[in-house]
T-cell receptor, first 113, second 112 residues
């Protein structure tokens, strides 16, 4: 089946640890995004990538890092520098050069314990 | 000024009535406009996209765009309890600012 797969669905992290969230798509989409959503809030853009080996910071990139070595994969690392990482993380992809609809994975809920 | 603004609600509408959701955006050169529906604890799903001024209809949903007023709206006709969700407006900016930016969402409740 075609789609966007995020894993894991739930993730628990101890303070001071880095953790990597996976996002894979088999839709042959060029653009991929990472958003963060806090309870009762909208989506805030962390990073986005228009093409392989290229990515741009979004509005809240501090404490996060990404890579785009393959078209189908866009992993997000939440580093220990992110002061309040507990949130719902959403990955999305879109077919064209950003000017088309984006579709979302099922999300990863990260909790710092 | 926020890039994309929505009334957070909650908005309560009787079953069978028309629900009207509104969104304004700050980048006058914005290219593309989307409405997403998000159920609690789930990821957003795309319900409408609109790129040019005017109305676009898809079933019970109508998106309206007015670029001069920097305003986009979503009408839901014959509202059903299953329409109860948070509706997110999203905008792609002008060339050079082509990120997909979301509003904070409007929580809609359909009252049976």
């Amino acid at each position: 089946d075609g789609g966007i797969t995020q894993s894991p669905k739930y993730l628990f992290r101890k303070e001071g640890q880095n953790v990597t969230l996976s996002c894979e798509q088999n839709l042959n989409h060029d653009a991929m995004y990472w958003y963060r959503q806090d309870p009762g809030q909208g989506l805030r853009l962390i990073y986005y990538s228009q093409i392989v080996n290229d990515f741009q910071k979004g509005d809240i990139a501090e404490g996060y890092s990404v890579s785009r070595e393959k078209k189908e994969s866009f992993p997000l690392t939440v580093t220990s520098a992110q002061k309040n990482p507990t949130a719902f993380y959403l990955c999305a992809s879109s077919p064209g050069q950003l000017l088309t609809e984006a579709f979302f994975g099922q999300g990863t809920r990260l909790t710092v314990v | 000024q926020k890039e994309v603004e929505q009334n957070s609600g909650p908005l309560s509408v009787p079953e069978g009535a028309i629900a009207s959701l509104n969104c304004t955006y700050s980048d006058r050169g914005s290219q593309s406009f989307f409405w997403y529906r998000q159920y609690s604890g789930k990821s957003p799903e795309l319900i409408m996209s609109i790129y040019s001024n005017g109305d676009k209809e898809d079933g019970r949903f109508t998106a309206q765009l007015n670029k001069a007023s920097q305003y986009v709206s979503l009408l839901i006709r014959d509202s059903q309890p299953s329409d109860s969700a948070t509706y997110l407006c999203a905008v792609i900016g002008n060339f050079g600012n082509e990120k997909l930016t979301f509003g904070t969402g409007t929580r809609l409740t359909i009252i049976p």
